[in-house]
Structures are given as structure tokens and as C-alpha cells.
């Protein structure tokens, strides 16, 4: 256990500097002499249940990524109560924290380092390492005790209460925590007579699923951003005579933006979603001159087939079997392409020629 007895730096910042401190020094030793994670609890927390084990609130192995676990209320975070990871995020989040009132003044810290830490839990940098869970687990409040109806609410059985309005509540805190040195055993339960492991298995049960629909759409935002890529990327080699420089420099700006999001190690939706856009707007002339160019296309096409189908009638008999077997493979190849919801210019362009090519060395 470890105790912060005497202020390290003004007021509230101590809390992230002694924290930053244990943790350098934990890093300091081998993998397999130092901890893994530490708990956090203020001084204003009032132990009630001893039997409850810190470890069942750590995240499953399979979520190697998070390295914060902490809670929220109503002003958002609440840094009364939470676990950190032993590792260098950690010491990097802890850092900018401390750093936060030098580097940053014109933010308003209501709340001090809990501001800094909300305002940095928004970045880039540390905003898919935490997950906030169930505010009861490990950083109650109390107003009623046997009142419920609250999520954040104690309950007989739960790890500790957090008194983060003092003084205003100051006696109940005394109260509570005379009832704690009574070891009283609506309190002390053990881990198996609570609810903790229940709603701890169905809490990660429900994340598993979040992550596995939040890759999901992961995927299918980078799918979406490389057809779009793919897309504007031939068009712009059948039309760029026909856009002015300005135009052509945004739009190829846009797509090497929207590339690079893709490239990133830590790829990030929202910024592809993000240039996704930008490229979209940017491109719209383009794709209305494709468009326009796509419809005479198909006219083109239609009429091919049209004019094959015409002159292959007169010639029937005088065809030769593996003539009339190609000619109306690519008449049939070409409807087929017509009638797709997504159709490929360079594709329609090929087959079109095809025929065409064809048709006319069958009236030779």
C-alpha cells in the first residue's frame, strides 16, 4: 500500500505526481517483480467491504489496449477512484496532467487535475485506452443508503463509498465510517453472496459485443473510403481535361488526405469518415461529369447491342457456330454489366468496344 502523506506539488496536483512517481518506479524493475496495476482512492473514501478482491474489477485479458479503469457522473470522469496500468501510457497520461495548467491556462480547470484529466481523455493520444464501468463497483456515493434507485448509489455488500462533496456531508461520512470499524456484517459479505460477479461478466460480455460492432463498422468505413478512392481516382483519369486546375488540385488533395488515414498505425474511423467527406464535397463536379459520361455510355451500350443484334440476324445462317456462340456471349455479357447497381465505366467502356469490334469484322 502505498500513502500519500504530504504535498508534492500545490493543492490537488499531488495526486498525479505521486502516482507518476510509483509508477516510474515500478517500471523501473523487471515485468515479473512489478505490479500491474494500482487503485487510486481519496482520502475522503470510506472502506466497507474488506472480503471484496480489487482484481475482479481489472478488464479481461482480452482487453490488452485499456489502461484506465475508472468511473463517471454527472460532470463527467470522477478521479475519486480508479485503477491505472503499470505501463507507459499511463505515465504519459499522468504527465500531461500535471503539465496541463502550465501548457494549457486559458482552460477553465473547475474540478483541477479531474478537469485536465476529462479534457485529455478526449484526445487522440489516450481516448481508446480507458473504459468507464459501473460507477457502484468501486466509487459509490451515498445519500440514502438503502435507497437504490440511484446507479451510483452504496449498497450493503459494495467495496467503498466516496464522499466527493465534504463538507458538506461530513457527518454522514462519520457515520458511515464508525460502521465500518464495526466490522458489521451487513457490510463484510463475501464476494460470492454479492452481485459484483454477475454484473462484472455481463458488463465485459456487452463491451466484447461493442468492440466487435465498433470493428465492424471499422471495416466497413475503410471498405466505403477505398471505393470511394478507387472511384474518383479513374474518373479523374477519363475527365481531368475537363476540370480546371483548382478543382483538380482539391480533389487530389482530399484523396491523399483520405489516404494517409487509411495508412495510419492507429487507424482512425472518425478521421476517415472525416476526409471521406471532405472528398465527397470536393469531388461532386467530378462525378457529374461522370455521370453525364456514364449515361452516353450506356447509350453507346444499348445501341451496340441494338445494332449487333440487327446484323447478326441476316448473317445467322452464314455464321460460323463458335461466331454466333461469341457474338451472343458478349451481347448477354453486356446486358449484364447494364442492369448492375454499380456499374465500372472501364469495364462497360471494354465490353462496349468488344462488341462493336466484333460486330463490325462479322459485316467484313
Known sequence: MFVLRQPILEGPWSKPAYLLSILLDELRKPDDERLKWLFWADEETVLMNPKIPLEIFLPPNDFPHLHLI???DGNGVNAGAFFIKVHPWSV????????FPAYRPHVELEHHDQTALKELLREKQFKDNYMFVTQRWFNAYTRELYDSRRPWQMKPGDLLVHFPDLPHNEEELHTLLDRSFMHLREFEVDLESTSYSKEIEDFWTSQHDREANAKGEVVKAAEEASKLLKRTASQLDNHRDQLNKDSTG???SQMAALRLSLRERDYDK??????YDRLSEASKILHKLAARGRDDLVKRAEKAIVSSKEHFIPLNDDLHEDAKVDLLSRQEGLQKILVQSSI??????????ELELVSMQRLV
Open 70 to 72: 475508472a468511473t463517471a
Open 92 to 99: 504519459s497520461l499522468l504527465d500531461a496532467i500535471i503539465a
Open 250 to 252: 482539391k480533389i487530389e
Open 344 to 353: 465500372d465505366d472501364a469495364k462497360l467502356l471494354q465490353e462496349v468496344q
Open 270 to 275: 472518425e478521421a476517415t469518415v472525416f476526409y
